[in-house]
C-alpha cells in the first residue's frame, strides 16, 4: 500500500508541467505605509523610495561603512584638477523593457532627480557641463571643486538618483510619472498594484548584479526569491497576527508596544536594519501667514519638548534618544550649540515671542497622519503644546498619503493648504547641512514648507566647498546657530526601529532603507 502511494505521487509529479516542481518563491510584507504615489523623485515619502529601490538602480550607492561605491558604474576618473570626472557604465546592464542603458539615460535621470533633491541641487549649481561621449560614457566638468558629486550620486535615501530611460526622466520634475520602467532586480508589475491591498514586484531574470557581495546599499544585488507582494494591512495588531501565523513574511515596521508580543514566539526574529535611526521633526510653512514672521516659527522651539513627543509615538527608552543635535547624535557633525534653552516647552518665552510677532490668533492647519503608528500621536502633542504656547490650532487628520499630497501644495491653508506638518527623517538623510532637505532654503527650489534664507545658503554652501572635517564641522554649528533665527524646522528627537520576520526568513541588508534583494525564504 506504501509502495503504491509512493508510485502515484511519483506519477502525479511527473505530470505536471515543466518546472511547475519547483514551487515560485513569493515573499510577502507588510511595509509601513500603504504605497499610492510611485515616483520617487516627484515625493520624499519613505514608502516610494522602498518602492523606488526595488526597480531602479544608481549609479553609485553607499555600503554598509558609509562609503560610496561604484554601483551601475564600472570604472570612473578623476583629472588632476578636480574639474573633470569621466564615467563610463557597467556591460550588460538593461532596461525592464530589453533596451540598454545608455549615458544619455544617466544624464536626463540626474539632472530630473537634482531639479527636486536638496544635495542634487546644491551639486548642481558646481556643474558646468554634463556630456555623452558614447553610448556608455559621460563626462561631468565642474565649475570649481566640491565633494558633493559623487557623494550626490550616492545619496542613500529621499530624494535617491534613480536612473530611468531619458523618455521617463525627460519628464518635469514637477510631474509625476506614469512610465515606471527600471533597471534593477525587481520590475513592478502595475498591472496588479492595488492601492489598499498590495503592491507586487517579480524578479528581473535579465539584471546583472556586481560580482562583489551586497553591502548596505551597495554591491551585488541578487534577487532570491520570485515575487515579493508588499500587503498593505493598517492595523498592527492585525500585521502581527499575520506574522505570528505565517500569513506573511516580514513587516518593516511593527508597532513598539507589540514589539514584546514579537520576542516570545520562538518562530519570529526583530531585524535591526536601521542602526542610525530616524529624526522626528515638525515642518512649518514659510509662505503661510503667521509662519511668515521668523519670530512665530521661533517661538515653536521653546514650546516643544522632545521627550513629550518621544514617549507618545514610541514610549519605550530603549527605542528613542532625547537628542538636541539637528545633525544626529553619534554622528561627526553632531553638536548642540545653538540649542541653548530651547526645546525644553518654555512657554513663557513662547508667548513673548507671538506678543513681538503681533500673532492674531490666526489657527494653524496641523496636518495629522491617522494611519502610520509612528507618526500618529505627533500632531495630538504639537497641538497641545502649541495652544500652551498661546496658538490656535486647527488640527485636520487624514491618512499619510493624503498628507503627503497636501503639503506639496502652495494653497492658502483655508483653501486647502496648509500651516504645519510633522514627518520623520532616515537619519542617514540628515547626517550634513547639504543633503538635509529641511534645511535647504533655496525659496522656490526648497522642499516643501519653502524656506527662502541667503545665510543660510551662503553656509551650505561653503559647506559644499570644505574638505577638511574640522571645517566641516565648524560650518554645521554655524548652520545650527543660524537655524536657531530662521527656524527652517523643529527637531523633536531620535528614535530606532526594529523589522519583525519570520525565522525562516535571512539576508536582510543593515543600511538606511529596507531593501528586498539578497533576502532568502526557506
Given at each position: 500500500?506504501r509502495t503504491t502511494s509512493?508510485?502515484?505521487?511519483?506519477?502525479?509529479?511527473?505530470?505536471?508541467?515543466?518546472?511547475?516542481?519547483?514551487?515560485e518563491?513569493?515573499?510577502?510584507?507588510?511595509?509601513?505605509?500603504?504605497?499610492?504615489?510611485?515616483?520617487?523623485?516627484?515625493?520624499?515619502?519613505?514608502?516610494?523610495r522602498?518602492?523606488?529601490?526595488?526597480?531602479?538602480?544608481?549609479?553609485?550607492?553607499?555600503?554598509?561603512?558609509?562609503?560610496?561605491?561604484?554601483?551601475?558604474?564600472?570604472?570612473?576618473?578623476?583629472s588632476?584638477?578636480?574639474?573633470?570626472?569621466?564615467?563610463?557604465l557597467?556591460?550588460?546592464l538593461?532596461?525592464?523593457?530589453?533596451?540598454?542603458?545608455?549615458?544619455?539615460?544617466?544624464?536626463a535621470?540626474?539632472?530630473r532627480?537634482?531639479?527636486?533633491?536638496?544635495?542634487?541641487?546644491?551639486?548642481?549649481?558646481?556643474?558646468?557641463?554634463?556630456?555623452?561621449?558614447?553610448?556608455?560614457?559621460?563626462?561631468?566638468?565642474?565649475?570649481?571643486?566640491?565633494?558633493?558629486?559623487?557623494?550626490?550620486?550616492?545619496?542613500?535615501?529621499?530624494?535617491?538618483?534613480?536612473?530611468?530611460?531619458k523618455?521617463?526622466?525627460?519628464?518635469d520634475?514637477?510631474t509625476?510619472?506614469?512610465?515606471f520602467?527600471?533597471?534593477?532586480?525587481?520590475?513592478?508589475?502595475?498591472?496588479?498594484?492595488?492601492?489598499?491591498?498590495?503592491?507586487?514586484?517579480?524578479?528581473?531574470?535579465?539584471?546583472?548584479p556586481?560580482s562583489e557581495?551586497?553591502?548596505?546599499?551597495?554591491?551585488?544585488?541578487?534577487?532570491?526569491?520570485?515575487?515579493?507582494?508588499?500587503?498593505?494591512?493598517s492595523?498592527?495588531?492585525?500585521?502581527?497576527?499575520?506574522?505570528?501565523?505565517?500569513?506573511?513574511?516580514?513587516?518593516?515596521?511593527?508597532s513598539?508596544?507589540?514589539i514584546?508580543?514579537?520576542?516570545?514566539?520562538s518562530?519570529?526574529?526583530?531585524?535591526?536594519?536601521?542602526?542610525?535611526?530616524?529624526?522626528?521633526?515638525?515642518?512649518?510653512?514659510?509662505?503661510?501667514?503667521?509662519?511668515?514672521?521668523p519670530?512665530?516659527?521661533?517661538?515653536?522651539?521653546?514650546?516643544?519638548?522632545?521627550?513629550?513627543?518621544?514617549?507618545?509615538?514610541?514610549?519605550?527608552?530603549e527605542?528613542?534618544?532625547?537628542?538636541?543635535?539637528?545633525?544626529?547624535?553619534?554622528?561627526?557633525?553632531?553638536?548642540?550649540?545653538?540649542?541653548?534653552?530651547?526645546?525644553?516647552?518654555?512657554?513663557?518665552?513662547?508667548r513673548?515671542?507671538?506678543?513681538?510677532?503681533?500673532?492674531?490668533?490666526?489657527?494653524?492647519?496641523?496636518l495629522?497622519?491617522?494611519d502610520?503608528?509612528?507618526?500618529?500621536?505627533?500632531?495630538?502633542?504639537?497641538?497641545?503644546?502649541?495652544?500652551?504656547?498661546?496658538?490656535?490650532v486647527?488640527?485636520?487628520s487624514?491618512?499619510?498619503?493624503?498628507?503627503?499630497?497636501?503639503r506639496?501644495?502652495?494653497?492658502?491653508?483655508?483653501?486647502?493648504?496648509?500651516?504645519?506638518?510633522?514627518?520623520?527623517?532616515?537619519?542617514?538623510?540628515?547626517?550634513?547641512?547639504?543633503?538635509?532637505?529641511?534645511?535647504?532654503?533655496?525659496?522656490?527650489k526648497a522642499?516643501f514648507?519653502w524656506?527662502?534664507d541667503?545665510?543660510?545658503?551662503?553656509?551650505?554652501?561653503?559647506?559644499?566647498?570644505?574638505?577638511?572635517?574640522?571645517?566641516?564641522?565648524e560650518?554645521?554649528e554655524a548652520?545650527?546657530?543660524?537655524?536657531?533665527?530662521?527656524?527652517t524646522?523643529?527637531?523633536?528627537?531620535?528614535?530606532?526601529?526594529?523589522?519583525?520576520?519570520?525565522k525562516?526568513?535571512s539576508?536582510?541588508?543593515t543600511?538606511p532603507?529596507?531593501?528586498?534583494?539578497?533576502?532568502?525564504?526557506?
Open positions: 500500500m509512493k508510485l502515484l505521487a511519483m506519477l502525479a509529479l511527473l505530470a505536471l508541467p515543466c518546472g511547475a516542481a519547483s514551487a518563491v513569493t515573499l510577502k510584507v507588510v511595509m509601513h505605509s500603504d504605497l499610492k504615489i510611485v515616483d520617487p523623485i516627484w515625493t520624499t515619502a519613505y514608502i516610494t522602498n518602492h523606488g529601490y526595488m526597480i531602479y538602480d544608481t549609479l553609485f550607492a553607499m555600503d554598509e561603512k558609509g562609503e560610496i561605491k561604484p554601483q551601475m558604474v564600472e570604472k570612473y576618473t578623476e588632476p584638477d578636480k574639474l573633470t570626472f569621466v564615467f563610463k557597467r556591460d550588460g538593461l532596461w525592464h523593457d530589453g533596451a540598454p542603458v545608455t549615458a544619455e539615460d544617466c544624464i535621470s540626474i539632472k532627480w537634482a531639479a527636486r533633491d536638496a544635495t542634487g541641487q546644491k551639486m548642481l549649481t558646481f556643474v558646468d557641463a554634463m556630456t555623452a561621449q558614447d553610448a556608455k560614457t559621460f563626462t561631468v566638468k565642474l565649475k570649481e571643486p566640491t565633494g558633493l558629486l559623487i557623494f550626490g550620486l550616492g545619496k542613500p535615501s529621499s530624494n535617491v538618483p534613480f536612473m530611468m530611460p523618455r521617463v526622466a525627460d519628464t520634475a514637477n509625476q510619472i506614469s512610465d520602467t527600471g533597471s534593477g532586480p525587481f520590475v513592478f508589475k502595475k498591472e496588479e498594484w492595488k492601492p489598499g491591498d498590495k503592491a507586487v514586484y517579480v524578479k528581473f531574470d535579465k539584471y546583472k556586481r557581495a551586497a553591502s548596505g546599499l551597495s554591491g551585488g544585488k541578487v534577487a532570491k526569491v520570485d515575487r515579493v507582494e508588499w500587503v498593505a494591512i492595523d498592527q495588531q492585525q500585521a502581527v497576527n499575520a506574522l505570528l501565523a505565517g500569513e506573511i513574511d516580514y513587516i518593516e515596521a511593527p513598539h508596544d507589540l514584546p508580543l514579537l520576542k516570545g514566539d518562530n519570529i526574529k526583530l531585524v535591526d536594519w536601521n542602526p542610525l535611526g530616524n529624526q522626528y521633526t515638525l515642518r512649518p510653512n514659510h509662505l503661510q501667514k503667521p509662519f511668515d514672521n519670530k512665530v516659527r521661533q517661538a515653536l522651539t521653546y514650546a516643544f519638548n522632545q521627550k513629550d513627543f518621544l514617549d507618545a509615538t514610541i514610549g519605550n527608552p527605542y528613542y534618544k532625547v537628542c538636541k543635535a539637528m545633525f544626529v547624535c553619534g554622528t561627526p557633525l553632531a553638536s548642540e550649540k545653538g540649542m541653548e534653552g530651547r526645546l525644553e516647552s518654555n512657554f513663557t518665552k513662547a513673548e515671542l507671538l506678543k513681538e510677532a503681533n500673532y492674531d490668533g490666526t489657527p494653524i492647519v496641523l495629522h497622519s491617522t502610520l503608528q509612528v507618526l500618529t500621536n505627533l500632531a495630538p502633542v504639537a497641538k497641545s503644546l502649541m495652544e500652551k504656547a498661546g496658538f490656535k486647527d488640527m485636520q487624514m491618512d499619510w498619503q493624503t498628507v503627503v499630497a497636501r506639496v501644495k502652495k494653497d492658502p491653508a483655508n483653501a486647502g493648504g496648509w500651516h504645519a506638518m510633522l514627518t520623520s527623517w532616515v537619519s542617514a538623510d540628515i547626517l550634513n547641512p547639504v543633503m538635509a532637505g529641511f534645511v535647504n532654503s533655496s525659496c522656490d522642499a514648507g524656506p527662502c541667503p545665510g543660510m545658503e551662503k553656509l551650505r554652501d561653503d559647506f559644499a566647498r570644505a574638505t577638511d572635517p574640522a571645517k566641516q564641522k560650518i554645521a548652520v545650527q546657530i543660524h537655524e536657531g533665527e530662521v527656524v524646522h523643529v527637531h523633536l528627537g531620535q528614535w530606532y526601529q526594529a523589522g519583525a520576520a519570520r525562516n526568513v539576508g536582510f541588508m543600511a532603507a529596507p531593501v528586498f534583494w539578497n533576502i532568502e525564504k526557506k
